[in-house]
């Protein structure tokens, strides 16, 4: 009997410090659910988490898919040994990289970017949905600067396939000078399953291998 008491005072004592671990914030219509495995994360990079979150992810919605869920799950996790993940209305931010970039706090302009995305399977190239992501940030970002994150200058053996950063500034340089609407129009077309190659001639009067050849010879921003 003494030990079944203690089993349920110790049960009872480890609930609150659980709890401690797991925020919900409502703001903007939206509704944050943080979570936080690591005792060790500093204060000032769980707040800038949390105000990145609210300052970007309603912007987004607004401005590429307002049926984006208003409740978005964000996990401090220590065992993931990558740097973030998004699925399913969940964000996944690895311990480990905010230890080492603690000032990548953009990070979540990123991952949330990809839960506005929401495309559904074989909807398109993956190069493409990850510079989508990288273009948001680079756009949305609060603080970029701080961690070290820019979009690379352009480099020959560059390609529009690398994905991430270097998508990112192609897409860009699009929008300065081919068609200010290129990343939401492309975007849409990536949620619905009607993306084709020929969207780019479409949308700009030029291939996307043209389109290439062109930012080639003038890549400045």
Known sequence: MRKIICIAVLMVTMVPALAQNREVIRKKG??????????GLKKEV?????????????????????????????????????????????????????????????????EVMHLVQAYPPDSGPG???EGIADYVRYVYG?????????????EPGHHYENSYRITARFLVWLTENRNKDIVPLLDEHMRNKTYSPELWKTYTSKSLDDLWTMYQASPEL
């Open 127 to 129: 190069w493409l949905t």
């Open 46 to 110: 769980r707040s800038g988490l949390i105000k990145n979150f609210f300052k970007v992810y309603p912007k987004l919605v607004r401005d590429f898919n307002p049926r984006a869920t208003d409740t978005v799950r964000v996990k401090i996790d220590t065992a993931y040994n990558g740097v973030a993940y998004a699925h399913n209305g969940k964000v996944t931010i690895s311990s480990r990289w905010l230890e080492k970039k603690p000032g990548d706090t953009d990070v979540i302009t990123h």
């Open 142 to 154: 609060v603080d970029n600067e701080k961690a070290g994150w820019s979009l690379p200058a352009y």
């Open 30 to 39: 939206k509704t944050l659910i943080f979570t936080n495995d690591d005792p």
